[in-house]
């Protein structure tokens, strides 16, 4: 009689998404303990090429994973995620590891002595927190490498980028590695990688999980979940979204009306960029189009092409560089990676006058997106120019220049940064090399239910056809 093949189900164990497992728990098909187990058996194997985590803490995680397994059985779990294995970007404090930026000059950094309060909840929730995923350099870029760790490859083709700062959270999803992981996204850092890596990826409104303690990139940074699917994302957010007093951003209401009136679907191929998409990009686009309109819904053009402020953005990137590492003895500064080095550098040299213009540029396209959502509800659009690019090598990263890549490739995501919108990426088709392209899904703020909703519509339309 033939044995079960422990790869195979490893694989499906691996498989299963949030509700999946937390009903598997519940059902006793299996514990916290084996999906852990499974989990570290898949990233020993595969980790080394993919590279996707800093920090691993599989002693701590058992604990966790026991003492879930005996809520379970008690039947008192904490909540969505009791006993589901969740990985942290290296740019939020977890009790007890090093927080480490992907930056040289922290490699000997310490534990930290609390949760950051984005954390927290999923520590108060029974989730298992396993380990730290990779970011660029105090997540400075889309690329997926940084000084410390080195390149993190995307597990579709490990010659191309997983993209970034999300990095190894995107990465170790989409190797199936564990169903989710918390990354943050102060200009697309989740929804690019998650398009790269053919995941979903949701930014929600500006605050809605609580992300301290504060940066220079604090007025337009979220922390936002990675998952294979929309659901996985939702109840997620159930567990992240709270409100927390240290980070007053969070403290809004957190419920809008909704109409019951049909939803207003807008498109738009150029949003914050003059970059065409690639013809395969803006085919698969049009396609999913298609499918809302064949579902039943209106869906019309918006006019979108005077938001082109990657140029302003980019200044203002750079003059949060300087903001960042001002305080740094030169000393200190030297150590960080040539790109970020050119960043300071570039900043410093702008003018008043150069970052006022830039200020005030951003402001005229809050309101003039302002006037686009005034006739829709949901806007749809490209989430990146096109598929995964090739991963630069370290020995290349090291000495490539700092280059816009707002303009290049992040063209589509910053803008709802800026507005503090809520933004979700969802995959919708391969390319003709088998990568995957993405569709981002933005609504109004405080209305991160809808964009859910919508985009589990669109999963499923996608799915179907």
């Known amino acids: 009689m033939g044995g079960v093949d422990p790869v195979a189900a490893r694989s499906e164990l691996l498989g299963l998404g949030c509700a999946q497992l937390a009903r598997a728990f519940r059902d006793e098909v299996c514990t916290p303990v084996d999906v852990l187990q499974a989990l570290r058996s898949a990233i020993e194997e595969g980790d080394s090429t993919i590279n996707a985590f800093c920090h691993l803490d599989w002693e701590h995680a058992f604990e966790a994973a026991r003492e879930s397994a005996l809520r ?4 008192t779990p904490l909540g969505p995620l009791d006993g589901v294995p969740v990985s942290v970007k290296d740019l939020s404090d977890v009790r007890g590891w090093p927080t480490r ?4 000059v922290l490699a000997d950094a310490g534990p930290a002595a609390d949760d950051a309060p984005g954390v927290a909840p999923l520590r108060r929730g029974g989730a298992v927190l396993f380990g730290k995923t990779t970011t660029t350099e105090f997540g400075w870029t889309i690329r997926s490498d940084n000084p410390l760790h080195g ?3 995307n597990p579709l083709d490990p010659a191309r980028s997983a993209g970034g700062s999300s990095s190894g959270a995107a990465a170790h999803v989409a190797a ?3 169903p989710l992981a918390l990354g943050s996204d102060a200009g697309g850092s989740v929804r690019l ?20 303690p504060s940066s220079a990139f604090a007025d337009f940074a979220h922390l936002g979940p990675l998952a294979r699917s929309v659901e996985d994302c939702r109840i997620a957010m159930e567990v992240l979204a709270h409100a927390d007093p240290v980070d007053l951003a969070s403290t809004f209401p957190r419920r809008q009306g909704e109409s019951n009136r049909p939803l207003r679907f807008g498109w738009s191929l150029l949003l914050g960029s003059s970059i065409e998409p690639s013809k395969e990009v803006a085919a698969a686009f049009h396609s999913s189009l298609d499918l809302l309109r064949a579902a039943g819904h209106e869906v019309h053009e918006v006019d979108a092409r005077s938001q082109d402020c990657a140029d302003a953005m980019w200044q203002i990137w750079r003059s949060r560089m300087v903001e960042s590492f001002m305080d740094w003895p030169e000393s200190q500064r030297l150590k960080l990676g040539l790109g970020l080095q050119q960043l300071y550098g570039e900043g410093k040299a702008m ?7 830039a200020r005030n540029r951003l402001r005229t396209m809050q309101v003039d997106l302002g006037r ?5 509800d949901i806007l749809l659009t490209p989430m990146a120019p096109g598929p995964a690019p090739i991963a630069l090598e370290p020995g290349q990263a090291n000495q490539a220049p700092a280059q816009n890549w707002f303009q290049q490739s992040g063209g589509y995501t910053y803008p709802f940064n800026i507005t503090g919108q809520p933004a979700l990426s969802l995959p919708m088709g391969r390319c003709s090399q088998g990568l995957p392209l993405g569709l981002q899904i933005v609504g109004h703020k405080f209305h991160d239910a809808r964009v859910l909703e919508t985009g589990a519509r669109l999963e499923a339309l996608l799915r179907s056809a």
């Open 151 to 153: 390149l993190t490859r």
């Open 72 to 75: 379970y059985q008690a039947g």
């Open 351 to 357: 003018s008043i006058a150069d970052l006022s213009a």
């Open 193 to 212: 990688p998650a398009s790269y890596c053919g995941l979903v990826g949701f930014k929600p409104t500006f605050g809605a999980i609580p992300m301290v």
């Open 101 to 104: 930026r992907g930056s040289l």
């Open 176 to 178: 199936g590695w564990g």
């Open 372 to 376: 686009v959502f005034n006739d829709v």
